[in-house]
């Protein structure tokens, strides 16, 4: 497979001028340009799955296939620009489209609210001129329709439901719709078809743009992130209702991240019926990864072998609950994922019991390896363990979106876990001291460190690329500061930025020298 090299960063945080407050689909483009000068082949994306209003994390979404109309480019919809583009918007929807593109960081309420009004606007141009008259563009829509009803006939169904319902969770919703008897299903259909033929429509205008940018990056690649789980209120779980239990949440044991563990409020699979199903939605789930990337990390690894479930009686238990078991669901999953000639990485951080790595490694699928986690924790002094001597079949990495960047944990970290660090070999050379504070000195060490990983990948978090200290999500939180975070300038200033210039410069004389990546 070669080796290769990337970075991490979320869609949303890399919004380009022209954005409306959040990174656009085709924004991607200008990252790449960036990429390239620095000698990087792929990019790590976040879930671009869609949220609920109200809703930040992209691991609790409405659908586990249907993209996010929030990153949707306006300026690249021709029902939108024909008729005049921005200057169609309200005065009112114009001074609120100005504060979110100055704002520091994602208004999520306002970009739905001025985004979701202009793509309503746009789809009615379309019915008009378009659609009424059977035009090319009207007959690529039908074709769309066609080869993705396998997952859309549900999701745009759901979402023409849901709005009707006031965004009501669908076990609220009228009986029979709610189990969905199949004659109020059809009446639905028949009462909803504009705003089903809408919500078709929106995600037609994502999937033209997605493959049209994925075109434009070649050689740079595009890595998703398959999520463990959906929201309970999602369309995916009410299509599947025997699949899932709402009785009980998922989520993980005491770890790094918690003294507690974590309930992450997510339904529970019922294996059982999922297996008897022939994992049809998880079959259905790795075909879009592969139509939308060129590779996907699976989120909570762990999870598919065995599921931590959080029972409402306080019971805590694993399902499956024997190793045997949770060995062979979870390489039949893993199998499964790779079916299609995917390529897949897997986050296997936490709590991970030996057997679960012992199984990747049998299976070949490279995990994460956290600079700051890979220790020799039962040798005295818990030394680092060398990235040199990492798994080939790895993917050596700064942080996820999860951890703080590495400036914070150096600054945290005291004396003597800062001096082990620098007795790994490569540090030793750079004359960085202990007693530093966190310096471009220290950041470039260890970012060097990690290019001389034995690892076939390396993966950046952006933040700590250049040495910032912002974070994208505080786990086991709920506030403002998860989720919206950008870059700090436009993401086509990446090219002319000095910082940003320099960073790419050194990026790629590392790559070069540890001979990965450079595309």
Same mark, same amino acid.
């Given at each position: 497979?070669? =080796?290769?090299?990337?970075?991490?960063?979320?869609?949303?945080?890399?919004?380009?001028?022209?954005?409306?407050?959040?990174?656009?689909?085709?924004?991607?483009?200008?990252?790449?340009?960036?990429?390239?000068?620095?000698?990087?082949?792929?990019?790590?994306?976040?879930?671009? /799955?869609?949220?609920?209003?109200?809703?930040?994390?992209?691991?609790?979404?409405?659908?586990?296939?249907?993209?996010?109309?929030?990153?949707?480019?306006?300026?690249?919809?021709?029902?939108?620009?024909?008729?005049?583009?921005?200057?169609?918007?309200?005065?009112?929807?114009?001074?609120?489209?100005?504060?979110?593109?100055?704002?520091?960081?994602?208004?999520?309420?306002?970009?739905?609210?001025?985004?979701?009004?202009?793509?309503?606007?746009?789809?009615?141009?379309? #019915?008009?001129?378009?659609?009424?008259?059977?035009?090319?563009?009207?007959?690529?829509?039908?074709?769309?329709?066609?080869?993705?009803?396998?997952?859309?006939?549900?999701?745009?169904?759901?979402?023409?439901?849901?709005?009707?319902?006031?965004?009501?969770?669908?076990?609220?919703?009228?009986?029979?719709?709610?189990?969905?008897?199949?004659?109020?299903?059809?009446?639905?259909?028949?009462?909803?078809?504009?705003?089903?033929?809408?919500?078709?429509?929106?995600?037609?205008?994502?999937?033209?743009?997605?493959?049209?940018? =994925?075109? #434009?990056?070649?050689?740079?690649?595009?890595?998703?992130?398959?999520?463990?789980?959906?929201?309970?209120?999602?369309?995916?779980?009410?299509?599947?209702?025997?699949?899932?239990?709402?009785?009980?949440?998922?989520?993980?044991?005491?770890?790094?991240?918690?003294?507690?563990?974590?309930?992450?409020?997510?339904?529970?699979? =019922?294996?059982?019926?999922?297996?008897?199903?022939?994992?049809?939605?998880?079959?259905?789930?790795?075909?879009?990864?592969?139509?939308?990337?060129?590779?996907?990390?699976?989120?909570?690894?762990?999870?598919?072998?065995?599921?931590?479930?959080?029972?409402?009686?306080?019971?805590?238990?694993?399902?499956?609950?024997?190793?045997?078991?949770?060995?062979?669901?979870?390489?039949?999953?893993?199998?499964?994922?790779?079916?299609?000639?995917?390529?897949?990485?897997?986050?296997?951080?936490?709590?991970?019991?030996?057997?679960?790595?012992?199984?990747?490694?049998?299976?070949?699928?490279?995990?994460?390896?956290?600079?700051?986690?890979?220790?020799?924790?039962?040798?005295?002094?818990?030394?680092?363990?060398?990235?040199?001597?990492?798994?080939?079949?790895?993917?050596?990495?700064?942080?996820?979106?999860?951890?703080?960047?590495?400036?914070?944990?150096?600054?945290?970290?005291?004396?003597?876990?800062?001096?082990?660090?620098?007795?790994?070999?490569?540090?030793?050379?750079?004359?960085?001291?202990?007693?530093?504070?966190?310096?471009?000195?220290?950041?470039?060490?260890?970012?060097?460190?990690?290019?001389?990983?034995?690892?076939?990948?390396? #993966?950046?978090?952006?933040?700590?690329?250049?040495?910032?200290?912002?974070?994208? /999500?505080?786990?086991?939180?709920?506030?403002?500061?998860?989720?919206?975070?950008?870059?700090?300038?436009?993401?086509?200033?990446?090219?002319? /930025?000095?910082?940003?210039?320099?960073?790419?410069?050194?990026?790629?004389? #590392?790559?070069?020298?540890?001979?990965?990546?450079?595309?």
């Amino acid at each position: 497979m070669g =080796r290769h090299a990337g970075i991490l960063v979320p869609l949303f945080s890399i919004p380009s001028r022209r954005a409306w407050g959040i990174g656009e689909i085709p924004d991607l483009v200008h990252l790449g340009h960036w990429m390239e000068a620095a000698g990087l082949d792929f990019v790590q994306l976040l879930p671009v /799955n869609e949220m609920q209003e109200g809703e930040h994390s992209p691991y609790s979404a409405l659908s586990a296939m249907a993209i996010d109309p929030v990153f949707i480019a306006l300026d690249d919809v021709p029902d939108f620009v024909e008729p005049g583009a921005e200057s169609v918007l309200t005065v009112d929807q114009r001074s609120r489209l100005a504060a979110a593109r100055a704002a520091a960081a994602v208004d999520y309420p306002i970009v739905r609210d001025v985004k979701g009004r202009a793509l309503r606007a746009g789809f009615a141009r379309f #019915l008009g001129h378009e659609w009424a008259a059977g035009s090319p563009r009207a007959v690529e829509f039908r074709t769309f329709r066609a080869r993705e009803r396998w997952w859309l006939a549900d999701y745009s169904l759901f979402r023409a439901l849901h709005d009707e319902n006031g965004g009501r969770h669908w076990q609220d919703w009228e009986p029979s719709v709610r189990d969905r008897d199949p004659v109020a299903l059809s009446h639905a259909r028949g009462r909803l078809s504009e705003e089903i033929l809408y919500f078709d429509y929106i995600q037609w205008l994502a999937q033209q743009q997605w493959q049209r940018v =994925r075109r #434009l990056l070649a050689p740079v690649g595009i890595f998703g992130d398959f999520p463990f789980m959906v929201s309970g209120n999602s369309a995916d779980v009410w299509a599947r209702q025997d699949e899932f239990r709402l009785d009980a949440t998922v989520g993980v044991p005491p770890d790094a991240f918690s003294e507690t563990g974590q309930d992450w409020g997510l339904p529970v699979y =019922r294996w059982d019926a999922i297996a008897a199903g022939g994992y049809q939605w998880l079959r259905q789930r790795t075909r879009r990864c592969v139509e939308l990337y060129d590779g996907f990390r699976i989120d909570h690894l762990v999870g598919f072998y065995r599921t931590f479930v959080r029972e409402r009686d306080g019971t805590r238990s694993f399902v499956p609950d024997a190793e045997p078991t949770q060995r062979s669901q979870g390489e039949r999953l893993l199998d499964l994922f790779r079916a299609h000639g995917s390529f897949v990485i897997a986050e296997d951080l936490g709590t991970v019991p030996d057997f679960v790595r012992e199984s990747m490694e049998g299976l070949g699928v490279p995990g994460m390896k956290v600079l700051r986690w890979e220790r020799e924790w039962e040798q005295p002094g818990r030394p680092f363990r060398d990235p040199a001597g990492y798994p080939a079949i790895s993917v050596a990495t700064s942080g996820t979106h999860d951890t703080e960047p590495m400036a914070e944990w150096w600054d945290s970290a005291d004396l003597a876990e800062r001096q082990l660090v620098l007795e790994l070999p490569a540090l030793a050379r750079s004359g960085c001291r202990a007693e530093e504070p966190y310096s471009a000195r220290i950041r470039d060490a260890l970012l060097e460190v990690l290019f001389n990983a034995r690892s076939t990948l390396v #993966l950046l978090a952006v933040q700590d690329v250049f040495g910032w200290r912002d974070r994208i /999500n505080i786990p086991a939180s709920i506030g403002e500061q998860n989720w919206t975070w950008r870059l700090p300038w436009p993401v086509e200033d990446l090219l002319v /930025n000095g910082e940003a210039v320099e960073r790419a410069r050194f990026l790629r004389a #590392l790559a070069e020298r540890c001979a990965k990546a450079v595309p």
